[in-house]
């Protein structure tokens, strides 16, 4: 990533051409789990950016002071406190999206979205700048959550953020509200995603978080004989 | 007595198959898609996270119920939580390589993985959520049995996910798909059908466990 970087393209980058879910292959367990309705994937999706820009602004304001060897305990708190407030928040003024999410209200904290901005930008650049990554990469979020939620609240109950909008005696795909039609829709948006890539011309390669910290894991191994730089 | 093991027995395969981790409640998705490609790393990663959860349950449960609960700091969960596991794995590393290095050369490479992997401290909070209020109806040494229970069927089930979609995978890499679902598309919507033949398990368990005892 070059340096000099025009603020309204760090801004966009995040909404479509480094869309963290369908393009980074970021945080997938809350895009699957969190869009069974457009409600629940909207308020998810806000309270993913309000922790993204939050912890964007802090750990980039205090990249010079937190230690390299702690750096990423360090993250964790700091991300931890803002996903505490958004917890406290919602379960004082918004019980009901606050059941909705359930668990993974707290699980923001290990979401690879959050760690992954951290590491990668908000370490490197200055706090005004990776407030608007945090941003665009939250928008980038929430736009991928809005429409993966309205694939499958159309199809599976019918409704569209709560409005009737196929009519009533139609049978509904229910399936699409449980988990294989969190999958099938997900897999299905990314296959789109690449038709255009390719239509365009411009494949990328997909790799999962899973997969690139198992690389990293074993270009590592045979270099370093105590893992100090892990944790 | 007989009671209690069809408790435990129901929580156990409860975890396993119906409610199963990554198919059905889509908890640690990142490692089962990333490392499930090849079945030595599946195994390997299963068993990591089987260890990696009673062992974090095992020091988180009592931890929420003696220090956060008794002093009205349920607030700090997340927080301690996370501190706690990402410590806690640190510490498995350096046990395991210090003193069972066969065993850390097997695991070793997942373990890092599995600090900022959401199915370990989400077996975390639920135990709690779900058994935490056992402890007054029916003693703290039952609902932590409980716990443990849960948290080891929580990482069988992931392990069986991992060695199950595993295979699937291994066909479908043969298999010709369109260009466009080639890659991770095509991965996720043999997922969907993966995780189709775990809802047929619904409601399932709690008979079978009260016909056999």
Not at chain 1, 161 to 179: H, R, S, V
Not at chain 2, 42 to 47: A, E, I, K, L, Q
Request: with cysteine; charged share 10%.
């Amino acid at each position: 990533m070059a340096e000099k970087q025009s603020k309204w393209k760090i801004f966009t980058a995040g909404i479509i051409r480094e869309n963290p879910v369908l393009r980074l292959v970021l945080g997938c367990c809350s895009a699957l789990a969190i869009t069974t309705t457009v409600s629940g994937a909207l308020g998810m999706g806000l309270s993913m950016t309000f922790v993204l820009v939050g912890s964007n602004i802090v750990i980039s304001a205090l990249r010079k002071v937190i230690p390299d060897k702690v750096h990423l305990p360090c993250y964790i708190v700091i991300i931890a406190t803002f996903v505490t407030i958004v917890d406290m928040v919602l379960h004082a003024y918004m019980a009901d999206l606050y059941q909705t999410l359930g668990v993974f209200l707290a699980l923001i904290v290990v979401n690879c979205i959050i760690l992954g901005r951290a590491e990668m930008f908000a370490c490197k650049h200055t706090v005004v700048e990776s407030a608007l990554d945090g941003l665009g990469m939250g928008l980038g979020y929430i736009l991928t959550m809005f429409l993966m939620s309205s694939i499958r609240e159309i199809i599976g109950s019918g409704s569209w953020l709560g409005i009737q909008i196929l009519p009533e005696g139609l049978d509904k795909f229910g399936l699409m509200n449980q988990a294989p039609g969190g999958f099938f829709v997900f897999g299905c948006l990314m296959a789109a995603c690449i038709w255009v890539e390719r239509k365009l011309n411009k494949p990328i390669e997909r790799k999962t978080c899973g997969e690139v910290l198992l690389e990293e894991q074993d270009a590592k191994q045979p270099a370093t004989a105590e893992g100090g730089a892990d944790q | 007595m007989s009671a209690n093991i069809a408790t435990f027995a129901t929580i156990l395969f409860s975890m396993i198959l119906v409610n199963n981790y990554v198919l059905v409640q889509f908890l640690g998705i990142c490692p089962f898609l990333g490392v499930s490609k090849k079945l030595d790393s599946s195994v390997g990663m299963g068993v990591a996270v089987i260890v990696v959860m009673v062992i974090a349950t095992a020091v988180t449960f009592p931890m929420q119920i003696f220090l956060l609960d008794a002093n009205n700091l349920g607030y700090m969960q997340t927080i301690i939580f996370i501190l706690v596991i990402a410590v806690l794995v640190q510490l498995i590393e350096i046990t395991l390589k210090r003193y069972i290095p066969a065993l850390y050369n097997a695991l070793g490479v997942y373990l890092p993985l599995i600090t900022t992997n959401c199915c370990v401290l989400g077996v975390a909070i639920l135990a709690v959520q779900d058994y935490g209020g056992d402890v007054a109806e029916y003693g703290f040494g039952f609902a932590f049995a409980e716990a443990l229970v849960c948290a080891a069927g929580a990482g069988i089930g992931f392990l069986l996910a991992m060695v199950l979609f595993c295979g699937v995978r291994s066909r479908v890499e043969n298999a010709d798909p369109p260009e466009s679902f080639k890659g991770l598309p095509i991965t996720l919507v043999s997922a969907a059908i993966t995780s189709l033949s775990f809802m047929g398990f619904g409601g399932l368990v709690e008979n079978i466990i009260a016909a056999l005892l």
